[in-house]
């Protein structure tokens, strides 16, 4: 088997993961919509998620275009090309029609999955989990076909011997450019997006008008529902997208360098280079095997379900890794590594506990985010205890949570790193991070089941569904919260590991032997580097307080100004607690005339702008750093810059998220009711409104600047690998 026969290979589970993708949401399209009424909201859904990318992609166009052009001028010539653009285009290109494949078919499966879910829960289940794979199998196929496709196109036209296979992989971290730079805007302003209504929903309806969110009576419903998808379907895609593709180049960046020594193999040397593809289409192949196995019956456990599902298939890719690792790789080789200790011998098996390595701290992440942030888990049933005092003592227990909670996940990133490095180098923390996101597939395929699930239970409640439809609909939404939760672990898990081996490639492309920290420059550098997460925080947080007030004002004014609106809010204040059959006739007649009377466009088109408006200066901020940096301070002060804005990065992201879900689900025990000191609490009381208080303060932590936060380090990596080459000239 030759070189190009390998590519081909991966080519081909890149288009056997997109036609699962076109099989699995043609089939959600034929499952039954329901009635009138619920096809009616889903419609208003998809009309406000497609409205929101129609404009975001428009902005984006510009921007991908002007940089696409500094590229090509730029390039330089003796390491580079200028097709370096082309391949920015085709990242960010790929990294859009990713969002927009889970978009479309996340809108479709929430009102089916509604609909299944007055039937049965397995039903709904397998109707929102095929959703989220339509998602996870458009965002690695989009990946490994770009990527070899990009590989098998450079290696025609500059070839593979030599130093020609550095040039090859120097031109396809345009790919990783382009995908960071979307996924960022993607996550800011889809997170910007879904928290200015949730917010809306949350503090006008719930605690102001005393509804519940995902009332028709809400004006912020539809738009807090559209938030679901572009926040946690599109954004999320985008983010582990870039992610996948971003430690897949890293890994092949540092695989090019083993080519030199006595590195002897089956493929001119490449194989350390080729790695990374084949392991991340054979993950393909293993995640599409473990949805198969994604199965519930009524009554059962959906998240031993995916739990099945999900861990069968990392198993088989562990096995799958051995064999193909050990066939790849040379049994062992020696290479003078001049960055780091000298002449050093590594193995295939070395290489493959590297992967292991990766994934077993992406679980382990993924377990402990749950631990801090899952209902009934001893974390939150503290928070939910110091909310009995108000919403200034839930505020403090949660920020104490989050910041706590950065502390293990620290200790395993920092053991993984260390074992990953002894095992393999550098090139085995990049594989570290390959095989923790190999099965990337599934793992997005339970994440984005949970969005869908949300947004199930909102049709159900706006359509005025039997409460045991909506019963189902939150067994499968609490399972999507801790399933999110594992998610994000994976996610901060990858963003470390991932952006130490973009580092370590920048160093290697720069021709950086040391970063001297006690050199004036690197300093300054390190202190920017670790000023620019808490900035950008900042501005994401502040752009999310801006949209939520003019979304706040909207909602008041439509309560105070529609008067079927104002009336049917004071027969349901005056009717509280009793069941809708038993209200007077005239009450039950004034509440259904204002079926459909608030103005949901209105909210929906304040998101829209506001997220737009919004993201671009933050967005900017992350790709501009860099550049400017690197120019005016050199090689080593950038170096600087990355390693403050990994280390800091990767501690807020963890903080932030942690805090924002162990906050969301305090606020979700208490709707359920619990009793503290023999007292029942639940909706509506002091209590909730302490615990919604501190939601409402988490939620652009765990949904806007913290998700972000992955994107940032990385982004900027990316954007040092590739400019990298100008800084040598």
Known sequence: MNVQTLVLFTFVTGILGLLYTFWRSAWVTKQDVGTEKMEKISNYIAEGAMAFLKAEYKVLAVFVIGVAILLAVTANPEISHPLVALSFIVGALCSAMAGFIGMKVATKANVRTTNAARSSLGAALEIAFAGGAVMGMGVVGLGVLGLSTLFLFYSQIFGIEDMNVVRVITVITGFSFGASSIALFARVGGGIYTKAADVGADLVGKVEAGIPEDHPLNPATIADNVGDNVGDVAGMGADLFESYVGSIISAMVLGAVFMNGNFIDQFKGLSAILLPLLLA????????LGTFLVKVKE????QKALNIGEFGSAVLMVIASWFIIQWLLPASWTFNDILFGGVKTYTATGVFWATVVGLIAGVLIGIITEYYTGTDKKPVVALVHQSATGAATNIIAGLALGMKSTALPIIILAFSIIAAFDFAGLYGIAIAAVGMLSNTGIQLAVDAYGPISDNAGGIAEMSELPKEVRSRTDKLDAVGNTTAAIGKGFAIGSAALTSLALFGAYMTSASIKTIDISKANVMAGLFLGGMLPMLFSAMAMQAVGRSA????????RQFADIPVLKAALEVMKKNDGKDFEKWSASDQKTFSEADGAAEYGKCVEIST?????Q?????????TVPVVVGF???PEMLGGLLAGVTVTGVLLAIFQANAGGAWDNAKKMIEEGVTIDGVQYGKGS????????GDTVGDPFKDTSGPSLNILIKLMSVISLVIAPLLMK
Do not use: F, Y
């Not at 009554?299 to 959906?302: A, K, L, V």
């Not at 007030?549 to 008041?556: H, K, L, T, W």
């Not at 993201?615 to 790709?623: E, N, Q, R």
């Open 281 to 288: 289409g054979t993950g393909i192949v293993m995640s599409i």
């Open 299 to 302: 009554g059962g456990d959906p």
């Open 549 to 556: 007030m003019a979304m706040i004002q909207e909602v008041r």
């Open 609 to 613: 702008t506001a997220a737009i408006r």
């Open 615 to 623: 993201m671009i200066l933050p967005g900017m901020m992350a790709v």
């Open 632 to 634: 005016l301070g050199g």
């Open 686 to 693: 002091e209590l909730h409104k302490a615990a919604v208080v």
